[in-house]
């Protein structure tokens, strides 16, 4: 098993451009994250999806979107990058829940360093 | 708040124990966890222990739970200087924005191991 998949592990991009990092997971989680890390912030959330078919927003959603594409796949979109969204950024995913259980631990992919200038 | 906290740095030499200490907010948090990051790397899972534990051992490392003081520490013992990343602490979120099993994060504590 792969685990969790990131593409592209290094990105730079012009202010303005857009691009979208992808994920993917082989080990039939229900539930998926994106991050980002910036120096002394730690993890902030960006957006999650528990199951297949919903997303919803984390803490730092704004300039993002989200496509949960099948249940491996978890992409994110910059639309317009700005330099702020200068980060790296994780993609992470748990089993959830699954009937009365809910497992929380969180398995993480390499991530994906992205320079806006 | 929602803030889980954790010093910043610890600085130990070769051998000794580390202990790397944290708080959590929510004291109806299921599981607490502790991730590594190594340079360069994304998080890996180290351990976890289940709230209605006071402690958990898994060979060089012990985890503390304190649910009173809300207070959860991670020893590492004879620290080696492959033992040098950042740890994350984590609770786990019942609720969050009305969906199951997220994750809170501290924000790591940087861990440096001197030979």
């Known amino acids: 098993n792969a685990g969790v998949t990131q593409t592209p592990k290094f990105q730079v991009l012009k202010t303005g451009q857009s691009m979208t990092l992808q994920c993917a997971q082989d080990?039939?989680?229900?539930?998926m994250y994106w991050y980002r890390q910036d120096p002394g912030m730690g993890l902030r959330l960006i957006y999650y999806s528990a199951s297949e078919g919903t997303t919803d927003k984390g803490e730092v959603p704004n300039g993002y979107n989200v496509s949960r594409l099948n249940k491996r796949e978890f992409s994110l979109r910059l639309e317009s990058a700005a330099p702020s969204q200068t980060s790296v950024y994780f993609c992470?995913?748990?089993?959830?829940?699954?009937?009365?259980?809910?497992?929380?631990?969180?398995?993480f992919g390499p991530g994906t360093r992205l320079t806006v200038t | 708040g929602e803030d889980v906290e954790q010093s910043l740095f610890l600085s130990v030499r070769e051998g000794d124990s580390s202990v790397i200490n944290c708080t959590y907010t929510d004291s109806s948090s299921t599981y607490l966890y502790w991730y590594k990051q190594e340079p360069g790397a994304g998080l890996q899972l180290l351990t976890y222990?289940?709230?209605?534990?006071d402690m958990k051992q898994d060979q060089r490392l012990t985890v503390l739970l304190n649910k009173k003081d809300k207070h959860l520490s991670l020893r590492i013992a004879d620290t080696q200087t492959g033992d040098s990343a950042i740890y994350f602490c984590?609770?786990?979120?019942?609720?969050?924005?009305?969906?199951?099993?997220?994750?809170?994060f501290g924000k790591g504590t940087k861990l440096s191991v001197k030979p």
């Open positions: 080990m039939n989680h229900n539930s």
């Open positions: 984590a609770e786990s979120k019942g609720n969050y924005g009305g969906s199951q099993g997220n994750l809170i």
């Open positions: 222990i289940f709230s209605n534990m």
């Open positions: 992470a995913s748990s089993e959830g829940a699954r009937g009365l259980r809910i497992s929380y631990e969180q398995y």
